[in-house]
């Protein structure tokens, strides 16, 4: 199986000029079955007003970028998961769909906002849905989620083998240094496509990352270079949970020693 990321810088404002630089780079994604394009592709990403956010959004379903994806998956016979600055009713999700050759299959809305993200964006409310594609059962969480280790777990606890990680980033390397850690712990493949190039006061850091279930980096991108990187895995990799003979990392954990974990309690220092 092929999978890997598309790092580029999708254009504010701008999606028709967006699909332009996804068309063009896809051109050499012949025999790739999934590929990961950054958060918030159809909009870009620092909305200067809530109206900038609303005009740039759009539903699942009759959305042009939406519908772009669909054609692209079709010809190419790939799957795509990517950003979507997502409208449902009056509200705006930050959220990664997944697109297979016969059409939409389904949605991730951002669980964890990042800053100001939340003066435009509800907070995740559909969970985390694992889908089965065939070739391998996916995940998929978006950007800042990389620093909760718990939504990572329940993925692989739900039989994902790949998670999907389109990416907005803007710290200065930590969660290229996180993602192969959470792809160890949980014994599955990570796909971080992360974005390059500003919009005003924000850099976006590049670096995407392809990890393998052992934590090693199978490909890393440059800093600030537009690159399409696959790589060619192994599923089965991520089946075995065994990190010994005798320790599965899923079912050697001790939950009734984590309950915390699912109590609201906010931490004080
Ligand atoms: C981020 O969540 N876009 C940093």
Redesign the pocket.
């Known amino acids: 199986m092929k999978i890997g990321f598309m790092q580029f810088s999708p254009l504010l404002g701008d999606a028709l000029g967006t699909m332009k630089a996804i068309k063009r780079l896809l051109s050499g994604c012949a025999g790739v079955d999934l590929l990961v394009l950054p958060?918030?592709c159809n909009s870009g990403?620092n909305f200067t007003s809530y109206e900038q956010a609303w005009d740039t959004s759009e539903a699942i379903e009759g959305g042009p970028f939406i519908a772009f994806l669909e054609s692209k998956c079709s010809s190419h016979n790939m799957h795509i998961v990517s950003g979507l600055n997502e409208r449902d009713g009056d509200v705006l999700y930050?959220s990664a769909v997944l697109i297979g050759p016969n059409g939409y299959i389904g949605t991730y809305r951002?669980l964890?906002?990042?800053?100001n993200?939340r003066d435009f964006f509800q907070p995740g409310n559909a969970g985390l849905p694992v889908f089965d594609i065939g070739s391998c059962t996916l995940g998929m969480l978006?950007?800042?989620?990389?620093i909760f280790p718990e939504v990572w777990r329940i993925l692989a606890l739900k039989g994902a083998e790949i998670i999907c990680h389109p990416?907005?980033?803007?710290?200065p390397g930590f969660?290229q240094r996180a993602i192969p850690i959470h792809a160890l712990f949980n014994r599955v493949y990570v796909v971080t496509a992360n974005r390059i190039g500003t919009e005003e006061e924000l850099t976006f850091t590049g670096v995407s990352i392809i990890a393998d279930p052992r934590g090693d980096i199978l490909a890393q991108a440059s800093r600030a270079k537009e690159e399409v990187v696959v790589r060619e895995i192994h599923i089965a990799l991520a089946r075995d949970k065994m990190m010994t003979p005798r320790n599965h990392v899923l079912n050697d954990r001790r939950p009734q020693e984590y309950a915390l974990l699912t109590e609201n309690a906010i931490v004080k220092r």
């Open positions: 958060e918030l990403y930050n951002k964890h906002l990042f800053l993200e978006v950007c800042f989620d990389w990416s907005n980033l803007v710290l969660a």
